[in-house]
């Protein structure tokens, strides 16, 4: 969903050769990454109410195609606004230090981290060992025991980038005397910009090849001295430590579904740009006719299907907004935490299947074209993989949520028309996994639960994503074609489920539903394209006959010197290489 901000952005000097990154050295593309993301978080001018309550502007601003320009500058800013400076705001009120600092941040005057994971507890974030020690003094030892790797910190950037100072919100055991009170949120200071802070110790990971570069590292804390205001919260909590955990890190499940929107526009991204090299891209047919390669089927399904799943994951993105507005030590208890927590959860693996499938089947349609990251999709699937990963592992999210299904802890907001296909397959999953539950006696914590139950995990949460934006797509009036397609590519990814349950005739049915729903959204598809307003995005050569041209032209060049015609070649041995300054220059 593009905004005035991003569409404005877009065109600016900053973003609008975004692409041709690849060609500069990693530093400079760190550098620009940084640029972006404070210009991103300028244009936006979020409130801190706006980011604490989840504001409908806030919320959208995450399906915003700027976020597909630079994959760094969007892990930058969101991670800077929605996990570092929310965790702040949240204890800002009556706090002036932490309203300038809560300013500064705004402005991305300084730019923040959230640092949770260790190398050698991973997801395992409850176990985490960093201690902060209260000292006799009233101040702060924040230290990474047991020396070796194991209690690093993992991921997140610490390195002086950007130009800017750099703090962390540090997830870390507060230890008073003897006494263990919980993993607390503390602002550390990272580095000024230029130099690491005393004590704190960054070693920077290799690049991750095929992405932009964000700068993460392995980061350690030697004796860290702290004044007392760097805990957010009070010394003594009287929360459970399970419930203290949750409510430390509230944040990282709104972050499970704000990054997973990425997603929006990038289905529509890929789905667009495949549609329009189809349209150019002319071949031979069977008939001898000269065709373009978009009348085949083969590349209409995939390009419809990805506008499809961009409609209902934007529905069902909106529609779970409202579950998002509290905060912890308002009104908000464990029991919203966990609706929170779980609707997240359904979103990101839903949104990351979806993107997943048609993802690679349209890269695949651009051919060896779709291979060069400087045609866009090639980078984003690398990016987007990552975001699988942070801010909750989508496998690990399913085990969690599923288990607390079937053991009915909590339950999912239930189906709007329980005899749907989609809401009947949904029951069935879930009908077939307690039969199951049944049969072991319950055990959840048993080896059988592990071994029948686990691995089924994710098609239920799946199953239920698909229901739930399904219904969205209806609720929001979405065109009945994109629904009817919606639905039955769904059923089509499990058609023996609903083929054995009788829910269906037979696979003939199936067929037919799906073939009748992508003629009917093929036949709209340059209203689609229209309306999804990704074009001031779209920034790849192979969507134009000039732009490949003038790319290809910027390619060097390697020919015998008696060939040249040119005079401007620095020769070396029998063959010359042109210079890039030249050919760039022509662009
Ligand atoms: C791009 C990116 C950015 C990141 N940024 C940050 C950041 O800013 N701050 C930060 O603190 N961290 C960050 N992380 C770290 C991230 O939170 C961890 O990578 C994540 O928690 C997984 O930990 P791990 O990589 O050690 O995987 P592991 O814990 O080793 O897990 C590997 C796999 O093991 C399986 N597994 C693990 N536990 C279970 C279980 N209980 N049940 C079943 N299967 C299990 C899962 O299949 C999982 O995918 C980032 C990660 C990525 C990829």
Redesign the pocket.
């Known amino acids: 969903m593009a905004t005035p901000q991003g569409q404005h952005l877009a065109c600016t000097h900053l973003f609008l050769r975004a692409v041709r990154d690849w060609e500069l050295g990693k530093e400079y593309r760190l550098t620009l990454a940084h640029q972006r993301a404070k210009a991103i978080v300028s244009a936006f001018e979020f409130t801190l109410d706006e980011i604490l309550s989840c504001s409908e502007r806030f919320w959208d601003s995450n399906m915003d195609p700027i976020n597909l320009l630079d994959g760094a500058a969007t ?1 930058l800013w969101t ?1 800077h606004l929605n996990l570092a400076t929310a965790t702040i705001a949240q204890f800002a009120k009556d706090r002036p230090e932490l309203q300038e600092l809560c300013r500064k941040l705004l402005l991305f005057e300084v730019s923040a ?5 260790e190398v050698g507890h ?4 409850q176990n985490i060992e960093t201690r902060v020690t209260l000292l006799s003094n009233g101040s702060l030892d924040l230290h990474t025991p047991n020396p070796g790797l194991q209690t690093c ?4 950037p610490t390195l002086p980038a950007g130009g800017l100072p750099r703090i962390g919100i540090v997830m870390a055991r507060l230890i008073i005397g003897d006494t263990d009170h919980g993993i607390r949120p503390f602002i550390v200071p990272l580095n000024d910009g230029l130099e690491m802070h005393p004590g704190v110790s960054c070693r920077l990971m290799p690049w991750r090849e095929g992405t932009r570069p964000v700068g ?1 590292s392995i980061t350690s804390f030697n004796h860290v001295n702290l004044p007392p205001t760097a805990l957010l919260g009070s010394l003594r909590s009287i929360l459970p430590s399970r419930v203290q955990f949750l409510h430390s890190i509230w944040r990282l499940g709104i972050g499970s579904a704000t990054i997973s929107a990425v997603t929006i526009p990038a289905l529509r991204l890929y789905a667009y740009i495949v549609a329009t090299y189809s349209r150019r891209r002319k071949v031979t047919n069977t008939r001898g006719e000269t065709v373009p390669i978009i009348s085949f089927r083969t590349t209409q399904i995939p390009i419809v299907r990805a506008l499809a799943q961009a409609a209902a994951l934007e529905a069902l993105f909106k529609e779970i907004r409202v579950y998002f507005g509290g905060q912890p030590g308002t009104a908000l208890e464990l029991d919203a935490l966990q609706i929170r927590n779980a609707l997240a959860a359904v979103f990101k693996t839903t949104a990351i299947y979806h993107y997943r499938g048609s993802s690679v089947e349209l890269t695949d349609r651009l051919g060896a074209q779709g291979l060069y990251v400087q045609n866009q999709l090639v980078g984003l699937e690398q990016e987007i993989r ?2 699988t ?3 909750g ?1 989508v ?2 999210l399913c ?1 969690r949520l599923a288990s607390e299904l079937l053991l009915g802890r909590y339950s999912v907001p239930p189906p709007r028309n329980p005899s749907s296909f989609l809401a009947l397959h949904e029951h069935g999953i879930f009908e077939d996994m307690q039969v199951i539950l049944k049969s072991i006696g319950g055990k959840y914590r048993s080896e059988e639960f592990n071994r029948l139950l ?1 691995p089924q995990s994710v098609a239920l949460i799946r199953s239920i994503g698909s229901r739930m934006a399904y219904e969205a797509m209806i609720s929001a009036g979405v065109h009945p074609e994109l629904v009817a397609l919606y639905e039955a590519s769904t059923i089509s990814q499990d058609m023996a489920w609903y083929i054995e349950g009788k829910v269906v005739v037979g696979k003939k049915q199936v067929m037919q539903m799906e073939e009748a729903a992508i003629g009917e959204a093929y036949s709209k598809l340059d209203v689609l394209l229209n309306e999804i307003g990704i074009e001031p995005y779209v920034q790849a050569p192979i969507v134009s006959e000039d732009k490949w041209k003038n790319w290809v032209e910027s390619m060097p060049v390697l020919r015998n010197k008696s060939d040249m015609e040119i005079p401007k070649y620095q020769g070396s041995g029998n063959h010359a290489i042109v210079s890039l300054e030249d050919q760039r220059a022509k662009l």
């Open positions: 892990t991670i981290q959230y640092m949770v994971t991973g997801l395992d974030t910190r993992f991921m997140p993460h990552g975001l990963i942070a801010e592992d496998t690990v085990i686990l």
